[in-house]
């Protein structure tokens, strides 16, 4: 976009998913400086999302019986030849649509215009160890962002298994609720952990976030009904959209894993904050999805953790954010 379009703008964050939090604390408004892209129906980013998954979709199910051709990112951080062509699929649908919109995809980095009040954020495989193993569960992701919020997502989850594969196409537009194959899904309304099942995800650092969340998952363990780590963090947080679990939690993902998932949990009513109980931006180093009536009895053992990490002077800084690109400070749709 030219930069002659750029406008200033100074509003107040909103948040509202969240008014019962007290602990929850706003981040200071900013200035926001964006360039005036043209306004699209979230409608139309909700469909073009649809079609994009899709596209990456039909690659993963064309090689779920293929033999795996493995590269290696770090020690156990792996990709394949899926993970990348399922990328270039789902750009090529994004692009044919939004040429000028910024895209920020796990393989190919960022793309496009990244003074665009738009940016996608794509996983073209979330869960490439299960899916390099034939092991359910992995995904698709794709998720559109205005302003750097999530107003469209969609979540094509891969399950069943070797002979018995299924897709679940999990999708949300903000402000118009989050569907699972085009059904309305809810959160449950479950507030007592002893009565809750927990998700978690351990990344492939094992650094001092790992050990704090190893901590986490021990006490959990102790005192809920179970804590799951299935290895897709897309689908950790749709299966809490879904009310399958009641809160799903971890550190130093990166914003292509979270950006879809957590509108669909949102829009499904639930509640997604930092661990340490800030209002949630995708490119955070630490985030906590739930029902919201578990999410504060979650934050109260989940913030000291986080304090704990920072005095150690662990970086949880905001990550991964495009170079050129505005961050905004909390919910700014407009
Ligand atoms: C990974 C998965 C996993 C999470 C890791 C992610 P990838 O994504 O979401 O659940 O624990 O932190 O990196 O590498 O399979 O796309
Ligand atoms: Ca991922
Ligand atoms: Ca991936």
């Known amino acids: 976009m030219a930069s002659a379009n750029l406008k200033l ?14 602990r929850i604390t706003h981040r200071t408004p900013t200035l926001i400086i ?71 995809g796990e393989e190919g980095g960022i793309s496009g215009d990244v003074t665009s009040d738009y940016l996608w954020c794509v996983d073209p495989l979330d869960g490439t160890t299960n899916f390099a193993h034939g092991y359910p569960s992995f995904s698709v992701c ?3 962002l205005r302003h750097s919020t999530p107003v469209a997502a969609v979540v094509i989850e891969f399950a069943g298994g070797p002979g018995a594969w299924v897709t679940k196409t999990y999708a949300a537009k903000r402000n118009g609720g989050a569907t699972l194959n085009g059904k309305p899904i809810s959160v449950t309304r479950t507030s007592d952990i002893t009565k809750s099942l927990l998700i978690t995800g351990f990344g492939y650092e094992h650094d001092e976030c790992w050990s704090a969340n190893l901590e986490l998952f021990k006490h959990y363990t102790d005192i809920s009904q179970g804590v799951r780590r299935l290895g897709s963090a897309a689908i950790d947080m749709c299966h809490v959209a879904t ?39 995708v490119f955070d180093r630490s985030v906590v999805v739930s029902n919201g009536a578990v999410h504060q009895e979650l934050l109260k053992t989940m913030e000291p953790k986080v304090e704990k990490l920072l005095k150690q002077g662990i970086d949880l800084s905001p990550w991964f954010v495009p170079k050129g690109m505005m961050v905004h400070s909390g919910r700014q749709l407009e």
């Open 34 to 104: 964006h360039a005036t892209t043209a306004k699209v129906p979230t409608i139309q980013l909700l469909d073009v999302a649809k079609q994009a998954a899709d596209a990456g979709a039909a690659i993963v199910s064309a090689n779920l019986d293929k033999p795996r051709n493995i590269s290696y990112k770090g020690a156990t951080d792996l990709v394949t030849d899926t993970d990348q062509a399922s990328e270039d699929a789902i750009l090529n649908v994004i692009r044919q649509s939004f040429p000028n919109h910024a895209i920020l």
């Open 142 to 144: 794709v998720a559109a």
């Open 243 to 281: 009310g399958m679990a009641e809160a799903y939690w971890e550190f130093r993902l990166k914003p292509w894993d979270m950006a879809a998932g957590v509108l669909i949990v949102e829009e499904a009513g639930g509640t997604v904050t930092t661990m340490d109980g800030r209002a949630f931006s």
């Open 9 to 22: 703008s100074s509003k107040p964050c909103t948040h509202r998913f969240i008014p019962h939090l007290k």
